[in-house]
């Protein structure tokens, strides 16, 4: 009989982190602050560290209070049926004894637990929310840009994360005030409208029709097609300057992953500058 597998810590979240960019999610790069600040312990009140900052910050909650399945059951409360934890990890320190010289030591495991958010919970007392928020004031070129756009698809605020859901035709966006700079709302907004331009009632771009996984070179294609587009309508509105480093970092992650195709950045291009004129509302020139 075959001996089952056990995942270790580094292979839980991995595999947490390839789901969350098999969304679309990029759980590093957010030029965006969590509405309501860093996610922490429900109980404790201690913040969560390093990568699970970004596990956590991603499942979209509007609480930012987790707790393990025991510290609820403890406090008298529950957790629904049905709710998904979220694996998050951490170091366990042991003492130990060398065998050979008997010189005493520390060693640190990895370990992962399960944490679930305050809205999957019953019975135990959640505290008040405080909502940071930055000052937004809009950019008025890059704001006539987006509502000049034609067929321009829904965009709703108010979202832990930034996405295009071709199936619904609609961008769903954190609040304007959570991003670090109007800047930088407007690049994201740039970004999922070139998304959404590839959708069939406007330029049918196969990248973004196609069926595909994270790590496939048509996902990785269409990411570069709508950070290049985005680049494009920065410059366009003035804001490249302050927009262009965060761009070549996005746009280097998915260049490596395809180092292999030489005419990919030529091909992403010409498709990014077609969904950049489709959002002014440019008409291709004849023969072009």
Known sequence: MPTAQIETPYQVITDRILALLAQGTVPWQQPWDSVTGLPRNLFSQRAYRGINVWLLTTMGYASPFWATFHQVKAAGGSVRKGAHGVPVVFWKVYDHEDSETG????????????????????????????????????????????DAMPQRPTILHGHQRA????????????????????????????????????????????????????????????ELV???????????????????????????????????????????????????????????????
Not at 105 to 127: C, M, S, W
Not at 184 to 200: D, I, K, N, R, S
Not at 258 to 263: I, K, M, N, V
Request: charged share 15%.
């Open 163 to 222: 996405c295009y859901t071709p199936a619904t035709d609609t961008l769903h966006l954190p609040s304007p005030a959570c991003f670090q700079s109007p800047e930088a709302y407007y690049a994201t907004v740039f970004h999922e409208l070139v998304h959404a331009t590839g959708h069939p009632s406007r330029l049918n771009r196969a990248t973004l029709t196609d069926l595909c996984r994270f790590g496939d070179p048509t996902y990785a294609k269409e």
């Open 103 to 146: 010189a005493a030591e520390k060693r640190f495991v990895l370990r992962h637990y399960t944490v679930f958010n305050a809205a999957q919970l019953d019975g135990v007392a959640i505290p008040e929310i405080t909502v940071l928020a930055h000052r937004f004031t809009p950019i008025d070129r890059c704001a006539h840009l987006v």
């Open 226 to 288: 709508a950070e290049m587009g985005a680049s494009y309508l920065c410059g366009v509105c003035g804001i490249a300057n302050v927009t262009l480093a965060n761009s070549a970092a996005y746009l280097q992650s998915w260049v490596a992953a395809l180092h292999h195709d030489a005419t990919l950045l030529v091909q992403a291009a010409a498709q990014a500058q077609k969904a950049a004129d489709y959002l002014q509302n440019i008409q291709p020139e004849r023969g072009a």
